[in-house]
């Protein structure tokens, strides 16, 4: 489309509210992957007007009293969208010593914090699978308010079983007690109430931890947890309220209880094998596979001495088979979506992930399409995110070489912007 003919689409549009022009953006993208999954455009124009995209057109338009963001030297795709992240801590030696003398609303404070550090990475959109949930809601919807600045959260609220992941471990009898969710739960009809407890207080997704992990502080191991009972009933009841299902797994015995359940993601997966395979493809749910968090822990595990020896042994197990497992899972045909377990890995280097899942053998494009399309689908948002099409939020970021040839080029991230505000130019 010529520049008259965008000119002219414009002035019509806007033909009663001339000053309304200076609302309108006109983004020069030298070279554009607008749908992840299909070939990128060079020298396009991407339209933004009250935070949504509004056209992509041919060449570099321009309109008078639009005002022009000039990447035409640079590579412009959706903004990345990470579906494993914990915004409100990093691990390190000081995890115990914060939780003891941090209040409550300095730890909001840093949950900003990182989260900032996670959006100007160019990474959009997250789903937060586990914090303390009240204090990630309110994250969230002040974000969405617009009173403070960060990524788009989708935030969980989380169901576990007594002595399993999702409790409390690692601290004294008393501060068990005193820190034990109330969506600890134990026999099908508890967790059923502790799946909709979660709905009540805001959850807009149900985690839950089919198997033990890797930074329990008990000796549990990492294999099957929650009986299919306890699984069933809590994806019934998320499902009944328009929820979906997380489903934390390491060993193959939970990953398959959790699939046969019907959850609509797989966390870690790392001992993905043939009979998971066959039930991922059959019920298209995805796997995000947290490659970067198994190099993190496997990595502190033998250069630092903050972790208790059971943490250690199941650290660097799960870090030694997490990628090719994942080689296997991806070359078979597991819908994958991207995640990283930020929280475990320090906030913000997100795309560290991206390399590492070309080097277990994805390609670059489907990488991206894991991190965009994929993801988007996985949180019901595929009409408002994971594309640069008109309708959807104006979620773009932009780099200097294409990541179609070099994927560490998402390690720096030049410029981006969310809901048509820039964080970062
Ligand atoms: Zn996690």
New binding site residues.
Partial sequence: MSYRSVLAALAASLLFVHAALADVTLIHAGELLAIPGKAPSRNMTIIVEAGRITGVQEGFAEAEGARVIDLSDHFVMPGLMDM?V?LQGEMGPNNDRDRLKMSNQLMQMRTVYYGMKTLKAGFTTVRD??SSPQEMYAVRDAINAGWIDGPRIIAAGGVGITGGHADISGVSPELMEFWTSPNVCDGPYDCRRAARNVIKYGGDLIKITSTGGVMTQRATGTGQQMEADELEEIVRAAARMGRKVAA?AHEEDGIIAALEAGVASI??GTYTGPRAIRLFRETGAYLVP?LL?GKTVAAAAVESDYMPQTVKDKAIRVGRDMAGNFEKAHKAGVNVAYGT?S??SPHGTNAEEAVLMVEAGMSEMDVIVSATVNAADLIDMSDTLGTIEAGKHADIIAVDGSPLDDIAELLDVDFVMKGGRIYKQ
Avoid: K, L, P
Wanted: no cysteine; glycine share 16%.
């Fill in positions: 494993h914990h699978v586990g934390h966390e870690h947290t968090a377990d929280g475990i």
